[in-house]
């Protein structure tokens, strides 16, 4: 597993504001997309391409455009669902999949309660985003269920990671083809699975509700 930090004093600014309490809902989710939008910049650094032959007003010339198959996005419900407009606003002709996942707040095991995306994904490059890589518990099963189906390159983009999710990551998925994308790590968990310092929970903070 590779981890990428993003390091860009406009994904620092919004994060910040996005940490910060006093921050309402419809703040929150404008900025969210934005801060997505700028790791999904970085995300896509190597998003494959092929060879196109154009011609522009002056000359014909050579560029390039995304390959096929096409790249899928993976938003986990509910709270990778206020990233999925910052993904595809860079990858447009993206096809989109849906996994529902849910955490045990006692137990904080993840479990699946809804697949919807393509049954092979091979030669795929997937793009999974939920905000906050907190035990792992999530993002593992969801990654081991696309890798299950065919997924030969995985990339997690997450606003937020804590030092503990990282490692079980890179237990879990020790040699295979992910990597996680994210604005910063922060400096643990604490004994309810929230990243501290974090910004609280990243669904309610959304959409407001629990
Ligand atoms: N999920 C959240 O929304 N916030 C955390 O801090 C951890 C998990």
Sequence with gaps: MRLQVVDHPLVAHKLTTLRDKRTDSPTFRRLADELVTLLAYEATRDVRTEQADIETPVAATTGVKLSHPRPLVVPILRAGLGMLDGMVRLLPTAEVGFLGMVRN??????????????????????????????????????????????????????????????????????????????????????????????????????????
């Design 105 to 210: 707040e006692e137990t904080l095991e993840a479990s699946t309660y809804a697949t919807r995306m393509p049954e092979d994904l091979s030669g795929r490059q997937v793009y999974v985003v939920d905000p906050m890589l907190a035990t792992g518990g999530t993002l593992v099963a969801a990654i081991q269920e696309l890798i299950k189906r065919g997924a030969d390159d995985v990339t997690a983009v997450v606003l937020l990671a804590a030092p503990e999710g990282v490692e079980v990551m890179e237990r879990e998925l020790a040699g295979t083809p992910v990597t996680v994308v994210t604005a910063a790590v922060d400096e643990r968990l604490n004994e309810h699975g929230y990243i501290v310092p974090g910004l609280g929970d990243a669904g309610d903070r959304m959409y407001g509700s629990a």
